[in-house]
């Protein structure tokens, strides 16, 4: 049982939207994920498991039932406005216009079901300007603004680790329909939830943006004009993102570690050259630097550019010689911005995870699957994680012939 226990959803989407509805499905909410005959595109989208079946779909689509319908055809398009009906919410990633054409847009639905809290999930929005442009997940980054901080020096952005700016939009959307839905418990009345993934990626570079509020200033061209010093030398920020290394090999890996600059984080950095010193790895003229006050000491032409990349190759010289958990222990006990580069077999093992029972099993015997669980912790039970996802159609019995009343 959970917070949503008494709520049904229509779920339409496909590797653009599955998180949303997972994410409702978790606190308790029934979820029934629409495929085309053919499968769920996303069921198409890697990683796989030795058998061949997505790691993704198995992620993203758990604890929902799964139906087939053929939306292309007037059966499969009446079958799923006989759930729309009927459901609390609908979720869909289409493209603008798409739903609507099948008689399935917000106004079809909401004539039928009023109360509906109606969300979908596009790379730009429903309407405006670039409503119809085709997009991929560079263009969401690029168009977003991330991209372009995503950079080594003056060379050009690269791409942002795996595919997520769709779950970014998708977690803004399952926020978003909660909002309408605390709405509706005032009005009674369903509303169209809007969400558009460039917005949502956005959100990405407000860390950047807010450092200037505490006067670490983020600079597209330079640090310090006076001393001509390229963002992509040093970092003031302590995100990491305009330093050319942050990531350090260990004895067993890997820890991000950052050398930040400014009033924000110079402190941390402070910090971690005092425990060089304490173990002899660095000389006095390093362990004296304050690095809160360092932009201003490179302008001044008091500290140059030759010791911040000497302070840079000790660095790497003493954290080749640890391990990440020694790393992690000074990072707590000495106040530095640094932790591990965990694997998944990390994540998998890690003891403070299984502690908080992060990790779920779903399924039977032969289709068990772990999973994450809940993505938060409450004083009361909140959430149900208790299916794993649904083979295609699998549900089709149950939810059409049950729930509709339709025949085999």
């Known amino acids: 049982m959970g917070f949503l226990d008494s709520y049904r959803i229509v779920d339409f989407t496909d590797e653009r939207g599955l998180l949303a509805g997972r994410m409702l499905a978790d606190l308790g909410a029934d979820v029934i994920q629409v495929e085309p005959l053919a499968g769920s595109s996303a069921r198409r989208v890697g990683p796989f498991d030795p058998d061949g079946e997505s790691l993704y779909w198995q992620a993203y689509a758990a604890n929902k039932r799964g139906v087939s319908c053929d939306l292309d055809r007037p059966e499969g398009r009446d079958a799923?406005?006989?759930?729309?009906?009927?459901?609390?919410?609908?979720?869909?990633?289409?493209?603008?216009?798409?739903?609507a054409g099948r008689g399935l847009g917000y106004d079809d639905i909401r004539a039928l079901n009023p109360r509906v809290i109606y969300t979908s999930i596009t790379p730009f929005g429903s309407d405006g300007p670039k409503a119809s442009y085709a997009d991929t997940e560079l263009i969401l980054w690029a168009a977003g603004g991330p991209l372009h901080a995503h950079r080594d020096g003056d060379k050009p952005p690269v791409r942002i680790s795996v595919p997520q700016a769709y779950?970014?939009?998708?977690?803004?959307?399952?926020?978003?329909?909660?909002?309408?839905h605390f709405a509706r418990r005032q009005s009674g009345l369903g509303q169209h939830v809007d969400v558009a993934v460039i917005e949502s990626v956005?959100?990405?570079?407000?860390?950047?943006?807010?450092?200037?509020?505490?006067?670490?200033?983020?600079?597209?061209?330079?640090?310090?004009?006076?001393?001509?010093?390229?963002?992509?030398?040093?970092?003031?920020?302590?995100?990491?993102?305009?330093?050319?290394?942050?990531?350090?090999?260990?004895?067993?890996?890997?820890?991000?570690?950052?050398?930040?600059?400014?009033?924000?984080?110079?402190?941390?950095?402070?910090?971690?050259f005092a425990w060089l010193?304490?173990?002899?790895a660095c000389d006095d003229r390093l362990a004296a630097v304050d690095w809160c006050t360092a932009p201003a000491l490179l302008a001044a032409g008091e500290l140059t550019?030759?010791?911040?990349?000497?302070?840079?190759?000790?660095?790497?010289?003493?954290?080749?010689?640890?391990?990440?958990?020694?790393?992690?222990e000074a990072s707590l006990t000495r106040k530095l911005l640094g932790a591990p580069v965990y694997t998944v077999r990390d994540l998998a093992e890690s003891p403070h995870l299984v502690e908080r029972h992060f990790w779920v099993e779903v399924g039977d015997a032969?289709?068990?699957?772990?999973?994450?669980?809940?993505?938060?912790?409450?004083?009361?039970?909140?959430?149900?994680?208790?299916?794993?996802?649904?083979r295609l159609g699998e549900h089709n019995a149950e939810v059409l012939g049950e729930v509709l009343g339709l025949t085999a």
Do not use: Y
């Open 167 to 180: 779950l970014h939009g998708a977690a803004d959307a399952a926020g978003g329909a909660l909002v309408a």
């Open 366 to 390: 032969e289709r068990r699957r772990v999973l994450p669980g809940p993505f938060a912790r409450t004083a009361v039970d909140a959430f149900s994680v208790r299916r794993r996802a649904p």
């Open 305 to 328: 550019l030759d010791e911040v990349a000497r302070a840079r190759s000790v660095t790497g010289a003493f954290l080749a010689r640890r391990t990440k958990q020694e790393v992690m």
């Open 80 to 99: 799923a406005r006989r759930l729309c009906a009927e459901a609390d919410f609908v979720f869909e990633s289409e493209s603008p216009g798409v739903m």
């Open 277 to 280: 010193h304490d173990e002899g």
């Open 202 to 272: 956005t959100q990405a570079t407000l860390s950047r943006t807010l450092a200037t509020a505490v006067g670490d200033p983020q600079g597209s061209k330079m640090i310090a004009d006076e001393a001509k010093v390229a963002v992509g030398k040093v970092d003031q920020s302590g995100s990491g993102s305009g330093t050319a290394q942050t990531k350090w090999p260990t004895l067993d890996g890997f820890v991000e570690l950052h050398l930040a600059m400014g009033p924000a984080a110079g402190q941390f950095t402070n910090n971690f």
